[in-house]
């Protein structure tokens, strides 16, 4: 399984930029799919999850009513939406997946099986 990650970039504080995550063809449906982050110096944190069962929806408190994370099934493809952007959002983007779990190791790192290789958002203050 191979995921893609892109759409990081420079913006400015109370910007909005959109990250997607490719897939490989056909892993898309069947994974739970999740969005971490790690800031300069900071360990890899929890951003969003999509299961993908049922297409629940799960954040971060500090991105809670900022980030919206979505998944597009037909392009094994997962997004995440981030408006309002801080400069505590800084930080390199991975997205991952995962086969099976419950629900309570949603937001762990360590219940992912995959991982991309990361997109850095910079946001200026």
């Known amino acids: 399984v191979q995921l893609q990650a892109s759409g990081g970039g420079l913006v400015q504080a109370g910007g909005s930029l959109r990250l997607s995550c490719a897939a490989s063809?056909?892993?898309?449906?069947?994974?739970?799919m999740g969005w971490f982050r790690q800031g300069p110096g900071k360990e890899r944190d929890f951003v969003a999850a999509?299961?993908?069962?049922?297409?629940?929806?799960y954040y971060a408190d500090s991105v809670k009513g900022r980030f919206t994370i979505s998944r597009d099934n037909t392009k094994s493809t997962v997004y995440l939406q981030m408006n309002s952007l801080k400069a505590e959002d800084t930080a390199i983007y991975y997205c991952?997946?995962?086969?099976?779990?419950?629900?309570?190791?949603?937001?762990?790192?360590?219940?992912?099986?995959?991982w991309g290789q990361g997109t850095l958002v910079t946001v200026s203050s």
């Open positions: 063809e056909g892993t898309g449906s069947r994974y739970d």
């Open positions: 991952a997946a995962r086969r099976t779990g419950i629900l309570s190791t949603l937001r762990n790192a360590e219940a992912y099986h995959y």
């Open positions: 999509i299961r993908w069962n049922n297409g629940m929806e």
